[in-house]
């Protein structure tokens, strides 16, 4: 399987906030979620892929050094931003007027294919439209000039479900396509339960891990007992998710030396969300759910 | 070309707006300060300078505008199209927006009832020079500043001209010198000079704005 983005020990610092030595690796017909609560650099990362931000240092490769002018990379890049940064003055077509004249490779009758799918008429103003409608026009842009590669930042958040289940069903048609890859930004975790191949998870400026999304399930198990049984664990076994007078639950990956321990313990399939939380140290928060 | 005819389209429909009142002004203006003023009616060249420096400047001001607000380039800076191109679109705009006010006011010169002082073809070609050298110099800085902070430094040189005016007065006569030999000069070879120093200061404005527009971050 070919690399579509190799991002190497990639570094920005900001008076705040620094991306701190980051590195990833998106492989082809692959979708990779890159999972980070707000504020952890998501955003700013993808602006450094996207050649918005300047990298500090570091190197960014993509699909394997097969281009090698910029123009030729940018067509074969599809992005949806979580602004939409389009010029809300103008109308759909004007927009894609101008963004089409930029692709070597536009096809016109995709983009109509996507406009119809998708219901939005070309006479209405950018302005008018409502978040889930930009992100489908956003959507159809990105799908319109033989893209290898889609970047999205943020595309669910704000979005109600069904649009939500629309957007992670055609992302899933987009990489059964030979060669096509897409790496998507959220801190919705149940979107990425849906379609991810890959996890990538960011706090505060580092990668925390990656690897596939089944292997990140199976190798963590939610543990539950009682206040005695966690005295009889070692800290280092588990991550504490919530602790109550009566018990408490955490996430583990030593889940097999916990049973040998405490043969009567529960453990159960732990989700992406709470493997995420006990991951960047962090508690449940409802609104992500 | 199909990228730069889209950008210029681009760029006259986000101020759509704004289209008739500035029809209505290039129109009207030179007819009314023309009939208020006798001066500008046996010679209109000052008038039409004026008026060419204004409109311009208020077609690049609105588009700028509407580009601060409305950060549609942000998503043309991820699309394959080079930074030279967005610039060059950008000095066609102002040399589109003065051929059209150009016409306007010839053909307002054409009609007597106007009052509207002729225009000759070297005081078109010295505007001309005239306007792509501030442009040159002012859409570089537009990428460079940003809308605001240079709404700001022109604020601020409007203040201060009559003074800078006055410590350069001694070189006036000097450039006056220099127009006045220009004006000498053929028509044809007045013409092809003024083009030559437009092609120039586009090439130059492009460059130095391109390299702005590759160090800025968004």
């Known amino acids: 399987m070919e690399t579509a983005l190799d991002v190497r020990n990639v570094s920005k610092h900001f008076k705040n906030f620094t991306l701190d030595n980051v590195s990833l690796e998106l492989k082809e017909n692959c979708i990779t979620g890159f999972l980070g609560k707000n504020g952890a650099g998501k955003t700013t990362l993808i602006k450094i892929i996207l050649g918005l931000l300047h990298k500090d240092s570091g190197e960014i490769v993509f699909f394997s050094n097969k281009y090698k002018n910029v123009e030729t990379i940018k067509n074969k890049i599809g992005v949806v931003l979580d602004d939409g940064y389009f010029y809300d003055n103008l109308n759909l077509e004007q927009m894609k007027n101008v963004v089409a004249a930029t692709y070597s490779e536009w096809n016109e009758n995709t983009y109509q294919m996507y406009l119809k799918k998708f219901h939005l008429n070309e006479n209405q103003l950018i302005s008018s439209l409502s978040k889930g409608m930009k992100l489908k026009y956003a959507l159809a842009l990105s799908l319109s000039h033989n893209a290898d590669l889609l970047i999205m930042d943020e595309p669910t958040s704000g979005l109600d479900s069904e649009i939500r289940k629309e957007l992670m069903d055609i992302l899933g048609e987009y990489v059964q396509s030979d060669g096509k890859s897409v790496f998507f930004s959220t801190h919705i975790t149940s979107d990425l339960e849906r379609c991810a191949d890959e996890i990538v998870i960011i706090n505060n400026g580092k990668i925390i891990e990656q690897s596939s999304k089944d292997e990140m399930i199976e190798s963590n198990r939610m543990v539950k007992g009682t206040l005695d049984d966690l005295k009889k664990m070692s800290d280092e076994y588990i991550k504490i998710l919530d602790k109550t007078k009566y018990g408490f639950t955490g996430i583990t990956s030593d889940f097999r030396e916990i049973k040998q321990l405490l043969p009567n313990i529960v453990l159960e399939k732990a989700s992406l969300e709470d493997i995420f939380l006990a991951k960047i140290g962090g508690d449940r928060n409802e609104d992500d759910l | ?218």
Request: net charge positive.
């Open chain 2, 1 to 218: 070309m199909k990228m730069i005819y889209n950008l210029v389209k681009k760029d006259f429909l986000l101020i759509k707006k704004y289209f008739l009142i500035m029809m209505v002004f290039v129109i009207l203006a030179p007819i009314f300060i023309s009939m208020r003023t006798p001066e500008f009616q046996d010679n209109g060249t000052l008038l039409y300078g004026m008026l060419i420096l204004m409109v311009t400047f208020m077609i690049y001001h609105m588009i700028s505008m509407e580009e601060m607000k409305q950060k549609g380039f942000i998503y043309l800076q991820i699309t394959p199209m080079s930074n030279n191109i967005m610039v060059v679109s950008k000095y066609i705009v102002v040399t589109l927006t003065f051929l059209v006010t150009t016409v306007i006011y010839w053909i307002l010169s054409m009609i007597s009832f106007t009052k509207v002082g002729v225009i000759y073809i070297k005081s078109i070609m010295m505007c001309f020079a005239v306007i792509e050298l501030f442009f040159g110099v002012y859409i570089p800085l537009t990428f460079k500043l940003g809308y605001v902070k240079l709404q700001m430094i022109s604020a601020g040189i409007i203040f201060l001209s009559p003074f800078v005016i006055a410590l350069f007065s001694k070189y006036f006569s000097f450039v006056n010198n220099i127009v006045l030999s220009l004006q000498s000069l053929n028509n044809l070879i007045f013409i092809a000079f003024t083009l030559i120093w437009v092609m120039i200061v586009i090439i130059v404005g492009t460059k130095f704005s391109s390299s702005i527009l590759k160090r800025q971050e968004y």
